[in-house]
């Protein structure tokens, strides 16, 4: 066996191989165009080698002649194919000098088909055998040159300048070491390559060996390639250890990771995800399945968070029920972040979910408990008000008594006047009703009923409150100042929870002064607007000991008192009442004598009163 | 039982009905009633020398009933109060009987009741309405005594002898005796016992 056909074949091989890999690689990743057009040029520059061994072997001029033309085909596809191979791969070489490559070359080869025998050789006169290294007689044509061979040859020219441009890009890119390998390979092949225009020219008498200045590229992208499939091998096993580590992570914190293509409409969740929604295991996720899931109150707001995610590309966030198959309850966060593509539109949605049942329970229990705290401190206030409401109901039970028996007499007494009798019964009318109203407002205050969500004046708050504990303040002789300010704007909230607040505020001012003498008795009730903050502002202010400073916080905690008896729930209670109608409680010393403590609402529609 | 015209109720409290109901209780009872909203407007009005009683309630606004019981007491009235309260205050009935009220009643009470407790004092007030007269009356008549007179009234009532007052003021029996006579006279009495009686309600001692 020759050397010769070994190595041409070998090199043949090489590419073929290296064509092979690469068509494959392209096949499973159709975008990769690189690939196919490297395995496009490898292909070209087995042809190119195996057309060689042939001419090596030529023993006829005529034979000679048509590989020489037949050899143009795969130069132009090995030309064409490579430099754009570059230009995708490398992302370098200027656009102009390539595509004057592709037309000069394509030219040439028409050229080539044109003329004959080549656009190499005018005329092939003979051919020349002779002996080489190791024995070899390889033929060697000698002839005339084709003056049209010089575009070839210029094609070439250019081709070294496109590959030195290319390679100082990508050295100038920071990309050393490829632009040392695959630049310097291109380049020396490049240079290689001129052998071919010497030899036709009969400078030197080699054989042809193109298909070699092909080997430095197929080395050094075979090395890429290796090198791209171990990185690849890395690279898996590092996404298997650090989803490995997701997956844990996920699992410890109870998370359910999901991922929806909004194009497809497909939803796909970890397991412990469906365990957390209650879905199948192996059921078929979308978007409506989700939907079905959610608790018919709050399907609104879950679609609304996500319809504002998908339209604003804001972090998508939400709390909500989800309905299990076997009719449980569940609460769950979602939280998801949503990817756009290059239009703007909605393609895939991230995100993770987690079960905060316990903590929503928590959460509602907490509510609940505080709501019954603030019955309980209501009732407890009622209790302490007792013979004020008793001698409340007292008042008009007495005048209906005395009315009726008045007109039990009157009747009796025989010449009865029929209008004073319908007086006494108007005025039992009136009294009852009045009776009726004060019932009416206890069992308001003693029901543990939801929060109220009422337009309220606040002045009328500040009348019911006064009608309640009127005897109380005539008992202990204090004398209420009203300066509630007209036309002030309603608030929301509720009225027996408001009427609580005031109640106690008024009880503690009372209490504040009961060392005081009777004319210094004296309480202030006020009511009017914050200025700028959109707030209706309430005070209470009496004539008696001052709060000492440090403890102005302190007072509105719970079980602090000064008081000998009760357990100082009061002020925490009206703290809980305010906050959660989203106002705000304080208190501050007068100048002369005494405290204020003031309290302040949001007016209907407008956001919190933030001081 | 019909009580004289001139007996008049008093009411005074702060809430209407209340009021208006007592009133119309007292009227269709035969009583005539005069009723007040406050404490000091009660006082404004109101003549010592008429027959009746006080229904009063206890809370109100300033001037409460206990203070205008230490303010009528000081006046010397002897009108007669009926506490009416919508609380069972054991502190402010112990007061307020301590100084001197007729009853202390707690709301709602008996039309009867209260009609008892007004006739009761009523005739409590006709009493010492004589009295506080006929006392007034006493007194008048002593102040038509000349001082010298009144001297020998005071030995009078002592049991002394006219011998013996005579000697103790300086004078002759004779004397004592026209002195004796006008006293007798003046002070409208027939005999001793009689003025030591008398002079014993105004509360004259003997000398």
Same mark, same amino acid.
């Given at each position: 066996?020759?050397?010769?056909?070994?190595?041409?074949?070998?090199?043949?091989?090489? &590419?073929?191989?290296?064509? *092979?890999?690469?068509?494959?690689?392209?096949? /499973?990743?159709?975008?990769?165009?690189?690939?196919?057009?490297?395995?496009?040029?490898?292909?070209?520059?087995?042809?190119?080698?195996?057309?060689?061994?042939?001419?090596?072997?030529?023993?006829?001029?005529?034979?000679?002649?048509?590989?020489?033309?037949?050899?143009?085909?795969?130069?132009?596809?090995?030309?064409?194919? +490579?430099?754009?191979?570059?230009?995708?791969?490398?992302?370098? =070489?200027?656009?102009?000098?390539?595509?004057?490559?592709?037309?000069?070359?394509?030219?040439?080869?028409?050229?080539?088909?044109?003329?004959?025998?080549?656009?190499?050789?005018?005329?092939?006169?003979?051919?020349?055998?002779?002996?080489?290294?190791?024995?070899?007689?390889?033929?060697?044509?000698?002839?005339?040159?084709?003056?049209?061979?010089?575009?070839?040859?210029?094609?070439?020219?250019?081709?070294?300048?496109?590959?030195?441009?290319?390679?100082?890009?990508?050295?100038?890119?920071?990309?050393?070491?490829?632009?040392?390998?695959?630049? =310097?390979?291109?380049?020396?092949?490049?240079?290689?390559?001129?052998?071919?225009?010497?030899?036709?020219?009969?400078?030197?008498?080699?054989?042809? +060996?193109?298909?070699?200045?092909?080997?430095?590229?197929?080395? *050094?992208?075979?090395?890429?390639?290796?090198?791209?499939?171990?990185?690849?091998?890395?690279?898996?096993?590092?996404?298997?250890?650090?989803?490995?580590?997701?997956?844990?992570?996920?699992?410890?914190?109870?998370?359910?990771?999901?991922?929806?293509?909004?194009?497809?409409?497909?939803?796909?969740?970890?397991?412990?995800?469906?365990?957390? +929604?209650?879905?199948?295991?192996?059921?078929?996720?979308?978007?409506?399945?989700?939907?079905?899931?959610?608790?018919?109150?709050?399907?609104?707001?879950?679609?609304?968070?996500?319809?504002?995610?998908?339209?604003?590309?804001?972090?998508?966030?939400? !709390?909500?029920?989800?309905?299990?198959?076997?009719?449980?309850?569940?609460?769950?966060?979602?939280?998801?972040?949503?990817?756009?593509?290059?239009?703007?539109?909605?393609?895939?949605?991230?995100?993770?979910?987690?079960?905060?049942?316990?903590?929503?329970?928590? !959460?509602?229990?907490?509510?609940?408990?505080?709501?019954?705290?603030?019955?309980?401190?209501?009732?407890?206030?009622?209790?302490?008000?007792? =013979?004020?409401?008793?001698?409340?109901?007292?008042?008009?039970?007495?005048?209906?008594?005395? %009315?009726?028996?008045?007109?039990?007499?009157?009747?009796?007494?025989?010449?009865?006047?029929?209008?004073?009798?319908? !007086?006494?019964?108007?005025?039992?009318?009136?009294?009852?009703?009045?009776?009726?109203?004060?019932?009416?407002?206890?069992?308001?205050?003693?029901?543990?009923?939801?929060?109220?969500?009422?337009?309220?004046?606040? %002045?009328?708050?500040?009348?019911?409150?006064? /009608?309640?504990?009127?005897?109380?303040?005539?008992?202990? /002789?204090?004398?209420?100042? &009203?300066?509630?300010?007209?036309?002030?704007?309603?608030?929301?909230?509720?009225?027996?929870?408001?009427?609580?607040?005031?109640?106690?505020?008024?009880? %503690?001012? &009372?209490?504040?002064?009961?060392?005081?003498?009777?004319?210094?008795?004296?309480?202030?009730?006020?009511?009017?607007?914050?200025?700028?903050?959109?707030?209706?502002?309430?005070?209470?202010?009496?004539?008696?000991?001052?709060?000492?400073?440090?403890?102005?916080?302190?007072?509105?905690?719970?079980? +602090?008192?000064? /008081?000998?008896?009760?357990?100082?729930?009061?002020?925490?209670? &009206?703290?809980?009442?305010?906050?959660?109608?989203?106002?705000?409680?304080?208190?501050?010393?007068?100048?002369?004598? =005494?405290?204020?403590?003031?309290?302040?609402?949001?007016?209907?529609?407008?956001?919190?009163? %933030?001081? | 039982?019909?009580?004289?015209?001139?007996?008049?109720?008093?009411?005074?409290?702060?809430?209407?009905?209340?009021?208006?109901?007592?009133?119309?209780?007292?009227?269709?009872?035969?009583?005539?009633?005069?009723?007040?909203?406050?404490?000091?407007?009660?006082?404004?009005?109101?003549?010592?020398?008429?027959?009746?009683?006080?229904?009063?309630?206890?809370?109100?606004?300033?001037?409460?009933?206990?203070?205008? $019981?230490?303010?009528?007491?000081?006046?010397?009235?002897?009108?007669?109060?009926?506490?009416?309260?919508?609380?069972?205050?054991?502190?402010?009935?112990?007061?307020?009987?301590?100084?001197?009220?007729?009853?202390?009643?707690?709301?709602?009470?008996?039309?009867?009741?209260?009609?008892?407790?007004?006739?009761?004092?009523?005739?409590?007030?006709?009493?010492?309405?004589?009295?506080?007269?006929?006392?007034?009356?006493?007194?008048?008549?002593?102040?038509?005594?000349?001082?010298?007179?009144?001297?020998?009234?005071?030995?009078?009532?002592?049991?002394?002898?006219?011998? $013996?007052?005579?000697?103790?003021?300086?004078?002759?029996?004779?004397?004592?005796?026209?002195?004796?006579?006008?006293?007798?006279?003046?002070?409208?009495?027939?005999?001793?016992?009689?003025?030591?009686?008398?002079? $014993?309600?105004?509360?004259?001692?003997?000398?």
């Amino acid at each position: 066996m020759s050397w010769i056909t070994i190595v041409w074949s070998m090199n043949a091989g090489a &590419c073929f191989v290296l064509a *092979a890999v690469c068509f494959v690689v392209w096949c /499973k990743q159709r975008e990769s165009w690189p690939h196919l057009l490297f395995a496009c040029s490898a292909v070209a520059a087995a042809c190119i080698a195996l057309i060689e061994l042939a001419m090596l072997r030529g023993k006829t001029v005529g034979q000679y002649a048509e590989l020489i033309r037949w050899i143009h085909v795969p130069v132009w596809v090995l030309t064409l194919s +490579f430099v754009a191979f570059v230009r995708l791969y490398l992302r370098a =070489g200027r656009r102009w000098l390539a595509w004057s490559i592709y037309g000069l070359r394509t030219f040439v080869l028409i050229l080539n088909f044109i003329l004959t025998p080549n656009i190499n050789f005018r005329q092939i006169t003979s051919i020349r055998q002779f002996s080489w290294w190791g024995g070899e007689v390889i033929s060697v044509p000698i002839g005339v040159a084709n003056p049209w061979g010089m575009l070839s040859s210029l094609s070439l020219l250019l081709l070294l300048v496109f590959f030195v441009d290319a390679t100082i890009t990508v050295w100038r890119r920071g990309d050393r070491l490829r632009a040392l390998f695959v630049g =310097g390979s291109m380049i020396f092949g490049a240079i290689l390559a001129w052998h071919v225009p010497l030899v036709i020219w009969g400078v030197i008498e080699i054989p042809f +060996f193109l298909g070699f200045a092909y080997s430095g590229i197929v080395a *050094a992208m075979g090395y890429e390639l290796c090198s791209d499939m171990a990185r690849t091998v890395q690279l898996a096993r590092e996404l298997e250890a650090s989803d490995k580590r997701l997956n844990l992570a996920a699992e410890s914190a109870d998370l359910g990771l999901w991922e929806w293509d909004i194009v497809r409409d497909q939803i796909w969740i970890t397991d412990k995800g469906r365990s957390l +929604f209650g879905f199948e295991p192996s059921e078929k996720l979308d978007f409506d399945r989700f939907r079905s899931g959610l608790h018919p109150e709050d399907r609104g707001s879950v679609l609304k968070a996500v319809e504002n995610s998908l339209r604003t590309g804001a972090e998508y966030r939400s !709390e909500f029920r989800i309905v299990l198959p076997n009719e449980q309850l569940r609460w769950i966060v979602g939280r998801g972040h949503v990817e756009f593509n290059s239009e703007g539109q909605p393609v895939r949605m991230r995100g993770a979910s987690l079960d905060i049942t316990k903590r929503k329970q928590a !959460e509602l229990e907490a509510a609940r408990q505080r709501n019954e705290m603030v019955h309980l401190s209501r009732v407890t206030m009622l209790g302490e008000l007792s =013979g004020s409401i008793a001698h409340e109901l007292n008042l008009p039970l007495s005048a209906i008594l005395w %009315n009726a028996q008045a007109a039990q007499r009157v009747l009796a007494n025989g010449n009865a006047d029929l209008a004073e009798v319908r !007086e006494i019964l108007n005025d039992i009318v009136s009294e009852d009703q009045r009776a009726g109203e004060v019932i009416c407002h206890l069992r308001l205050w003693l029901k543990k009923g939801e929060v109220q969500q009422h337009s309220l004046h606040i %002045n009328e708050v500040v009348q019911d409150v006064l /009608k309640l504990i009127r005897s109380d303040l005539v008992n202990q /002789k204090v004398t209420v100042d &009203c300066e509630l300010a007209r036309n002030v704007p309603t608030v929301t909230g509720d009225p027996v929870q408001l009427q609580q607040v005031l109640l106690n505020l008024v009880v %503690n001012a &009372c209490d504040a002064m009961v060392d005081c003498n009777t004319p210094e008795r004296r309480l202030v009730i006020r009511t009017g607007t914050e200025n700028g903050n959109g707030a209706v502002l309430v005070s209470v202010t009496d004539r008696g000991g001052s709060i000492p400073e440090e403890k102005m916080e302190q007072i509105f905690e719970p079980f +602090f008192t000064t /008081k000998a008896k009760g357990m100082g729930l009061g002020l925490s209670v &009206c703290h809980t009442i305010i906050v959660a109608h989203r106002g705000k409680l304080w208190a501050t010393n007068n100048v002369d004598r =005494g405290a204020t403590f003031y309290f302040s609402l949001p007016i209907n529609g407008s956001e919190a009163a %933030n001081n | 039982m019909t009580v004289s015209p001139t007996a008049t109720v008093f009411v005074v409290d702060d809430y209407a009905p209340v009021r208006r109901s007592i009133s119309r209780v007292l009227h269709a009872a035969g009583f005539a009633v005069a009723a007040f909203p406050s404490a000091e407007e009660f006082l404004v009005q109101y003549d010592p020398h008429t027959l009746g009683c006080l229904v009063l309630d206890v809370a109100m606004p300033s001037l409460d009933g206990l203070e205008l $019981q230490d303010i009528l007491a000081k006046a010397g009235s002897v009108l007669p109060i009926i506490f009416l309260t919508g609380t069972a205050d054991i502190p402010k009935s112990v007061q307020a009987m301590k100084h001197g009220a007729s009853d202390f009643l707690t709301k709602p009470v008996n039309d009867e009741e209260l009609l008892a407790a007004v006739r009761a004092a009523i005739e409590k007030n006709r009493d010492r309405l004589r009295e506080q007269a006929e006392l007034s009356e006493i007194r008048e008549r002593l102040a038509t005594l000349t001082p010298r007179e009144r001297e020998v009234l005071e030995y009078v009532v002592a049991g002394k002898l006219n011998k $013996q007052i005579a000697g103790d003021l300086g004078t002759v029996e004779q004397t004592v005796k026209i002195h004796r006579a006008h006293v007798m006279q003046k002070m409208r009495v027939q005999s001793v016992a009689e003025l030591v009686r008398l002079t $014993q309600r105004c509360g004259i001692s003997a000398r």
